[in-house]
Every structure is written in structure tokens, then in C-alpha cells.
């Protein structure tokens, strides 16, 4: 168990800076076993060392490299359980000082072992009110709830990354000598075929595209390969730095087991409704949780259904599955053209309760969709992703950043992947939009080893990046964007945006203050009316066919910067 004291006196930043230290490791392994690969194994290929020897010499070369890979992706590994970590127990903290705070302005004590008690000296103000001791009871509640609900949360991140850890740690390798007679033990082992089949899951995707350039496609026929891809569907699926299109190939296999597991599962569930007794508590409440289990059931498979319905619509422009599972709230990736092939990527990172159901599906791909049709980005030589792979808050978690310190990592990975796997012979221009508290991702993306990676960022109805300025976000200032724009950072909110109720209070600044230092691009009014359930109207209608917004986003991703206009300049 996690004391008061210890979770008063951590310091989460410092699990930040060992996981940038091993994931420096990891990176440095893998540029060492490429080297390996390209270096000395390929001038074996092509030099005149034939025979026994010869084989012998590559088949050991071979064997080394899978354990640097290997090695590699535990260090990957190590560094996102620290980070993680340091999410999770920052979340933590925050929520004990935050009840430390409460405690101190309603005169309440509070021990080292996290009990709570009235200070009559400074509680006199309250107690001498009516309804003093009401409010201090209700406040020593609150306080009591707070410190103990920050202390289970922190010993069950500690406990998890424990585990994790453990489980990383290194095994001792057996004696390869043990056993055998030492006569033999001098003899030249059989040469063995390269292991195409140890997938590098957790491996930085400079690594993965080597694996797969090197390890798969070179040892396979076209049958193998269509084969293997089939058999590892959701492992290809969900690596990056395998290319866009096999990804999609991978998961459109995936797509199709999870539509038909889920079918079965929902008609499984539906055959054992509870009997309900409505004037029984207990009976309602078991039927509630049933009809909630079916509801959850039915909104996923809605969204696997939504999926299919996008890639098999005819015509242009196409859609590719870069992602997809039903884990926890479910999760897609869906790229509007092959962003491999692209000159203008733009990534685009949805906010709260976005989860795997037909209707974000269709909002966030027709929104993909609608930027690559509008000039001046219109073709295929733009690809937008709708990046809907993490698990997204709901209204009560959007104050809070965790969410998006947990994506944080998964995004900047993705993106590396975008790098590694594009065609070497286009340089692609890159951006990150961020929606609502898919900006506050983006922000947290910011903070992370090797950062960003993109030529723009744009930050859409924003609450707030979790940074304090443009400049915090570390995209590139050269070279610079024309008059009136200062660099390439990028924010917009329309005048009728609910969001504009929720900055500068928990996540930052607001992004299209003047002294946040972005570029505010004009947005329109939006449609609609305000509405205070966030849910619908203008803070979902940036991407609306022939829009002011829509159109300035288009020329952003395509890097027209001349044509965006400035907000309030008349269209």
C-alpha cells in the first residue's frame, strides 16, 4: 500500500525522464541491430563466402539480430510501463493535493495515516453557523473519500507496473552446451533459416519496417505472404511500421472475425435475459446491468458494421483500416487514402466519448473525408486519418488529463510509423489535428520523448493543451509561414462553440487567446445555436461541406498557408 507521505513526496516527472533514458536504449539497439542487418549481413549476401562456413556465419548473424530486436522490444516496453506509470500516479497526486486543499480552506486536519479531523480553532467560523457542522461534515467526507480513492489508485498503478516490469525483467538463458557430450560441443551447428514468425510487437517502427522489409517479404513468396498476413491478422494489424496498406489488408481480416464474434456474443447475451420482478430492487437492478451489457454489445458492433459499410463503398476516395478492436470502449483507425503515398498526411485525433460506435465512425471518417475533397487539398495526393485509438473520457474524466497521458505515447508511436513506412521518394508535410480534448492529447504528445514529429499542429474547439504556450509544443518555426501567420502552430473555435465555457480552467490556456502565441485561423459562427450538452451543433461542425473552418483546415494540411484566412476576415 502507497502512504500519504510517499504520494506527498513523489516525484512522477521522474518516471518521465527514466523512460525517455530506456526508450534512448531501445532506440540506440535497434539502429545497432539494423546496422547489423545492413551492414555486415548484406555484404555476406553479396560477397563470394559460400559453403558451410559461410551459412554457418549468416545463420549466427540472423540468430543475433532477432535477439537485439528482441532485446529492443523489451526496452520499448519498459519505457511505456514507466510512462504510464508516471500518468497514473500523477493523476494521483493531483487528486490527494487537491483534497489537502479542501482540507486546509474548511480548517480540517488531516494525519499521516490519512484520517481526518475538525480543528476547532480554525473551524470556528462554520461552527458558529446553523448549518456549519452539516458543511463540515459533508467537506470531511469529501476530503476522506478523495485521500483514500488517490491512495488505492496509486497502489494499483504501483502494483500493475510492478507486474509489468516483472514480467519484462530478462530470463536466464539455458546452456546450449548442457547436456551434450564435449566432444560435440565444438561442432558447427546447422545453419538455420531466418524466424520471420517472432512478430516485434512493442518495437519502435524503425525496427518493425526493418523486420518486415528484411525478415518477411524477402523470405516469402506472394502465397506465403497473403498467408501469414491472414494467420497474424491482429498482431500486422496494429504494428507500426508496417506499411498503410498491408495494415489494412491485416485488418479488414480482423474487421471480419470481430463483426462475427460479436454477432454471436450479442445473440448469446440476448438468450439469457434475466426474469424481472419490478417491484424486486435487486431483480430491476441485475435486468439494468444485463440491458447495459447488451447496449454496450450492440453500439460496438454498430461501429464494426460502419467500418465495413465506409470500405465498401465504391468509388474515391478510399478508405484503409489502420486499426481496430473491441477492447474496453473500442477503438478504429481509418485512413481516407493511402497515407504511404500521400504528400499531405494529416492526422486527426478525436475528443471525449469517442468510442467504437457507428456514430463516431461515420462523424470522424466523413470528416477525413470532407477535408480531402475540399480545395486546396482535394485528391489523392492528400490522406487523412481519423486516429480513434485511444480511450477517450467522458464529460466527467474531460478536466482531467490522464487519458491523455496514456495516449500520448500510442500517438507519437503511430506517427513515427507514418515516417518510417511513407515512399522515400516524396516528403510528406505532416499535421496533427486535435479536436476538443483530442487537443489536450496532442499537448501531452508534446511533453513526450522525440516529440511531435509534424510540420503543423492544429487545435480545434479546444479546452486547453496542457501547455502554456505555442512555443511549449515544439513544431519547427523554419520555414517561417508568410504574413500575418507566425510559425505552425494553428487554433480555431467557432463563435457559438460550447467549448469556449470550459478553457483556462483545467487543461491551460485557451489555445486562440493572442498570448498563447498559435495562429487563429477564422472558423465562421457554426451551426446552430449554443448547446450545453456538447454533443451536437457547432462544437461538431468544423468539418461541414463548404465552410469556412473546413476550408482553411484544407489548405493548412496542404501547406497553402497564403490561403487561410484570418479570423473575422470576411469570407
Given at each position: 500500500?502507497?502512504?500519504?507521505?510517499?504520494?506527498?513526496?513523489?516525484?512522477?516527472?521522474?518516471?518521465?525522464?527514466?523512460?525517455s533514458a530506456w526508450?534512448?536504449?531501445?532506440?540506440?539497439?535497434?539502429?545497432?541491430?539494423?546496422?547489423?542487418?545492413?551492414?555486415?549481413?548484406?555484404?555476406?549476401?553479396?560477397?563470394?563466402?559460400?559453403?558451410?562456413?559461410?551459412?554457418?556465419?549468416?545463420?549466427?548473424?540472423?540468430?543475433?539480430?532477432?535477439?537485439?530486436?528482441?532485446?529492443?522490444?523489451?526496452?520499448?516496453?519498459?519505457?511505456?510501463?514507466?510512462?504510464?506509470?508516471?500518468?497514473?500516479?500523477?493523476?494521483?497526486?493531483?487528486?490527494?493535493?487537491?483534497?489537502?486543499?479542501?482540507?486546509?480552506?474548511?480548517?480540517?486536519?488531516?494525519?499521516?495515516?490519512?484520517?481526518?479531523?475538525?480543528?476547532?480553532?480554525?473551524?470556528?467560523?462554520?461552527?458558529?453557523?446553523?448549518?456549519?457542522?452539516?458543511?463540515?461534515?459533508?467537506?470531511?467526507?469529501?476530503?476522506?473519500?478523495?485521500?483514500?480513492?488517490?491512495?488505492?489508485?496509486?497502489?494499483?498503478?504501483?502494483?500493475?507496473?510492478?507486474?509489468?516490469?516483472?514480467?519484462?525483467?530478462?530470463?536466464?538463458?539455458?546452456?546450449?552446451?548442457?547436456?551434450?557430450?564435449?566432444?560435440?560441443?565444438?561442432?558447427?551447428?546447422?545453419?538455420?533459416?531466418?524466424?520471420?514468425?517472432?512478430?516485434?510487437?512493442?518495437?519502435?517502427?524503425?525496427?518493425?519496417?526493418?523486420?518486415?522489409?528484411?525478415?518477411?517479404?524477402?523470405?516469402?513468396?506472394?502465397?506465403?505472404?497473403d498467408a501469414y498476413?491472414?494467420?497474424?491478422?491482429?498482431?500486422?494489424?496494429?504494428?507500426?511500421?508496417?506499411?498503410?496498406?498491408?495494415?489494412?489488408?491485416?485488418?479488414?481480416?480482423?474487421?471480419?472475425?470481430?463483426?462475427?464474434?460479436?454477432?454471436?456474443?450479442?445473440?448469446?447475451?440476448?438468450?439469457?435475459?434475466?426474469?424481472?420482478?419490478?417491484?424486486?430492487?435487486?431483480?430491476?437492478?441485475?435486468?439494468?446491468?444485463?440491458?447495459?451489457?447488451?447496449?454496450?454489445?450492440?453500439?460496438?458492433?454498430?461501429?464494426?458494421?460502419?467500418?465495413?459499410?465506409?470500405?465498401?463503398?465504391?468509388?474515391?476516395?478510399?478508405?484503409?483500416?489502420?486499426?481496430?478492436?473491441?477492447?474496453?470502449?473500442?477503438?478504429?483507425?481509418?485512413?481516407?487514402?493511402?497515407?504511404?503515398?500521400?504528400?499531405?498526411?494529416?492526422?486527426?485525433?478525436?475528443?471525449?466519448?469517442?468510442?467504437?460506435?457507428?456514430?463516431?465512425?461515420?462523424?470522424?471518417?466523413?470528416?477525413?473525408?470532407?477535408?480531402?475533397?475540399?480545395?486546396?487539398?482535394?485528391?489523392?495526393?492528400?490522406?487523412?486519418?481519423?486516429?480513434?485509438?485511444?480511450?477517450?473520457?467522458?464529460?466527467?474524466?474531460?478536466?482531467?488529463?490522464?487519458?491523455?497521458?496514456?495516449?500520448?505515447?500510442?500517438?507519437?508511436?503511430?506517427?513515427?510509423?507514418?515516417?518510417?513506412?511513407?515512399?522515400?521518394?516524396?516528403?510528406?508535410?505532416?499535421?496533427?489535428?486535435?479536436?476538443?480534448?483530442?487537443?489536450?492529447?496532442?499537448?501531452?504528445?508534446?511533453?513526450?520523448?522525440?516529440?511531435?514529429?509534424?510540420?503543423?499542429?492544429?487545435?480545434?474547439?479546444?479546452?486547453?493543451?496542457?501547455?502554456?504556450?505555442?512555443?511549449?509544443?515544439?513544431?519547427?518555426?523554419?520555414?517561417?509561414?508568410?504574413?500575418?501567420?507566425?510559425?505552425h502552430v494553428w487554433?480555431?473555435?467557432?463563435?457559438?462553440?460550447?467549448?469556449?465555457?470550459?478553457?483556462?480552467?483545467?487543461?491551460?490556456?485557451?489555445?486562440?487567446?493572442?498570448?498563447?502565441?498559435?495562429?487563429?485561423?477564422?472558423?465562421?459562427?457554426?451551426?446552430?445555436?449554443?448547446?450545453?450538452?456538447?454533443?451536437?451543433?457547432?462544437?461538431?461542425?468544423?468539418?461541414?461541406?463548404?465552410?469556412?473552418?473546413?476550408?482553411?483546415?484544407?489548405?493548412?494540411?496542404?501547406?497553402?498557408?497564403?490561403?487561410?484566412?484570418?479570423?473575422?476576415?470576411?469570407?
Open positions: 500500500m502507497v502512504s500519504l507521505e510517499q504520494l506527498l513526496s513523489l516525484r512522477p516527472d521522474s518516471f518521465g525522464a527514466a523512460a526508450r534512448g536504449l531501445a532506440d540506440s539497439l535497434a539502429k545497432h541491430g539494423t546496422a547489423l542487418r545492413t551492414g555486415i549481413r548484406e555484404q555476406l549476401d553479396h560477397g563470394s563466402w559460400a559453403g558451410h562456413a559461410g551459412e554457418s556465419a549468416r545463420s549466427h548473424l540472423d540468430q543475433l539480430h532477432a535477439q537485439y530486436r528482441r532485446s529492443e522490444s523489451r526496452l520499448a516496453s519498459i519505457a511505456g510501463t514507466l510512462r504510464s506509470a508516471g500518468g497514473g500516479l500523477t493523476t494521483a497526486q493531483s487528486a490527494l493535493n487537491q483534497a489537502l486543499g479542501i482540507a486546509r480552506q474548511a480548517g480540517l486536519d488531516v494525519g499521516r495515516d490519512g484520517s481526518v479531523s475538525w480543528n476547532l480553532a480554525r473551524s470556528v467560523d462554520l461552527l458558529t453557523n446553523p448549518t456549519g457542522p452539516a458543511t463540515i461534515g459533508r467537506l470531511a467526507g469529501q476530503v476522506s473519500g478523495l485521500i483514500s480513492q488517490s491512495l488505492e489508485h496509486a497502489a494499483m498503478v504501483d502494483n500493475q507496473t510492478a507486474a509489468a516490469l516483472g514480467r519484462l525483467a530478462p530470463q536466464a538463458a539455458p546452456d546450449p552446451t548442457k547436456d551434450v557430450p564435449e566432444r560435440e560441443r565444438d561442432r558447427t551447428p546447422e545453419p538455420s533459416a531466418p524466424d520471420p514468425w517472432v512478430i516485434p510487437k512493442g518495437s519502435a517502427p524503425a525496427a518493425v519496417k526493418d523486420w518486415w522489409d528484411n525478415e518477411v517479404v524477402k523470405t516469402m513468396t506472394p502465397a506465403q505472404l498476413i491472414k494467420e497474424h491478422a491482429a498482431e500486422i494489424g496494429a504494428l507500426d511500421g508496417v506499411p498503410c496498406a498491408v495494415r489494412d489488408q491485416a485488418n479488414r481480416y480482423v474487421l471480419a472475425d470481430l463483426r462475427a464474434q460479436s454477432r454471436a456474443s450479442l445473440d448469446e447475451l440476448k438468450a439469457q435475459e434475466p426474469q424481472v420482478n419490478w417491484w424486486d430492487w435487486n431483480s430491476r437492478a441485475r435486468h439494468d446491468q444485463w440491458q447495459a451489457e447488451v447496449d454496450a454489445l450492440q453500439a460496438k458492433l454498430g461501429g464494426l458494421d460502419a467500418l465495413q459499410a465506409r470500405l465498401d463503398r465504391p468509388g474515391d476516395p478510399p478508405a484503409l483500416l489502420l486499426g481496430v478492436d473491441t477492447e474496453r470502449q473500442g477503438h478504429a483507425i481509418v485512413a481516407i487514402n493511402d497515407p504511404d503515398k500521400a504528400k499531405n498526411v494529416a492526422t486527426l485525433v478525436p475528443g471525449i466519448k469517442t468510442h467504437l460506435n457507428a456514430g463516431c465512425v461515420n462523424d470522424y471518417a466523413q470528416a477525413s473525408e470532407n477535408m480531402v475533397n475540399t480545395e486546396p487539398a482535394r485528391g489523392a495526393n492528400t490522406a487523412v486519418i481519423a486516429w480513434m485509438d485511444y480511450d477517450a473520457p467522458d464529460e466527467a474524466g474531460a478536466p482531467f488529463s490522464d487519458s491523455a497521458q496514456h495516449a500520448a505515447p500510442d500517438l507519437n508511436q503511430f506517427t513515427e510509423g507514418l515516417h518510417v513506412t511513407h515512399d522515400p521518394a516524396v516528403k510528406p508535410h505532416l499535421t496533427l489535428i486535435g479536436h476538443s480534448y483530442g487537443s489536450t492529447v496532442l499537448g501531452e504528445a508534446s511533453k513526450q520523448y522525440g516529440g511531435l514529429g509534424v510540420d503543423d499542429v492544429v487545435a480545434i474547439g479546444s479546452p486547453g493543451m496542457d501547455v502554456n504556450s505555442a512555443a511549449d509544443l515544439n513544431v519547427s518555426q523554419d520555414p517561417p509561414t508568410p504574413p500575418p501567420w507566425r510559425g487554433a480555431g473555435r467557432n463563435t457559438n462553440d460550447v467549448i469556449q465555457w470550459g478553457t483556462d480552467t483545467t487543461h491551460g490556456p485557451s489555445t486562440t487567446d493572442r498570448s498563447f502565441g498559435a495562429n487563429v485561423f477564422d472558423t465562421g459562427w457554426g451551426s446552430g445555436n449554443v448547446s450545453w450538452d456538447g454533443e451536437v451543433g457547432s462544437h461538431m461542425s468544423y468539418w461541414n461541406q463548404h465552410s469556412t473552418s473546413l476550408r482553411n483546415l484544407s489548405a493548412i494540411i496542404s501547406g497553402n498557408y497564403s490561403d487561410v484566412t484570418v479570423e473575422g476576415r470576411p469570407d
